[in-house]
């Protein structure tokens, strides 16, 4: 048996690889590079659909600004309750409001509903009111809106749209194989997505983005950098935001996030000083590690960039569900295509039953 099935293949998907050695991520027969910076997360969502999705609307920008209108209704459930629990789990909650079923409309509002709700919840947690969605505007554009209340630049409207098209797919991992086992049982899109953000909140996987800035916050300026880092590690602490199960070399999406966090030029000082914490942590890793390659993940420039766009950091798992949200609905759909019901086998070692007296 494989520890956390490190090495199982599990699946055959058209939908992306991730090559760890390498450090190469390929969607749809598309390199990282050519995507990330260059498409807005609807073009995105046209080519990682395609075929997946016949009936896709022609025009997604509109299709998915009504969707995000019509999700919109349920906001009014976000109750005093659920605004006292992390974002997270209140996004979570408001996405199972959301019918379940395995048509277009179904799926364009499960694609449209994190950001519509994540901006409410954020919102209603700072005491202020939910803005409506703008259909006219891009996703990303209006996203940030909502956030806000105010219109974003292009600059950061662009700085998100990388940062969704960059974490929209990534292979099998925990999250996408969650919806892949509940959409093999045939349980529908909002089931399968509602798996995938339940383990997208793991800070072993997409909760892991927040900590970076509490520990960026934590050092405080770079002559602590070692000393904080070795302390955490004697605590056995994990440094969030290094280290992959796939990626022994650097994980491709930090350089491109790192560099949607320079469009949004206000960050020198702050990307400088993630810069020298980086490199202190890659050092010290290296030497504590000198067998195990840990280098910087997706996780580390996310932070910094999330921060930018001015999304509190106990937020920003939601917004990695935003983009993440793309690629649980496409391999939910190839699963059904072709895939049958998910079902591995274990190895009893409890106790034989006792004989009958
Ligand atoms: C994501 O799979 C994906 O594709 C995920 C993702 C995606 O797009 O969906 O890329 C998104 O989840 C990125 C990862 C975000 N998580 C973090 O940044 C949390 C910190 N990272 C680690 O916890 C860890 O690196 C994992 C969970 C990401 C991967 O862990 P593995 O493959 O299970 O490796 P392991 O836990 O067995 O660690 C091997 C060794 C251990 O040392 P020993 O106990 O054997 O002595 O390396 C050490 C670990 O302690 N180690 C770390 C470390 N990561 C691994 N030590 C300190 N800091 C770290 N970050």
Known sequence: MSDGLEGVVAAQTVLSEVDGQAGRLIIRGHSLDELAGRTTFE????????????????DLPAALGQARAEVFAEV???DAGLVGRSPVEAVRALMARLADGDDMTTALRILAAPAVFT???VRAQAGEAPVAPDPSLGHAADALRMLRGTAPTQAEADALDTYLVTV????LNASTFAARVVASTRAGLASAVLAGISALKGPLHGGAPGPVIDMLDGIGEPANARAWIEAALARGERLMGFGHRIYRVRDPRADALKQAVRWLDARQGRLEFAEAVEAAALAILRERKPDRPLD???EFYTALLLEALQFPPTAFTCVFAMGRVAGWLAHAREQLAG?????PQSVYVGPAPRKAA
Do not use: C, K, M
Request: proline share 6%; hydrophobic share 55%; glycine share 8%.
């Open 43 to 58: 073009q995105l969502v046209a080519v990682l659909f395609e075929g997946f999705y016949p009936d896709l609307p022609a």
């Open 76 to 78: 009014a459930a976000l």
């Open 119 to 121: 901006a409410a919840v």
């Open 168 to 171: 929209s797919d990534h292979g």
């Open 296 to 298: 910087t993940n997706v």
């Open 339 to 343: 895939g049958r019901l998910i079902r």
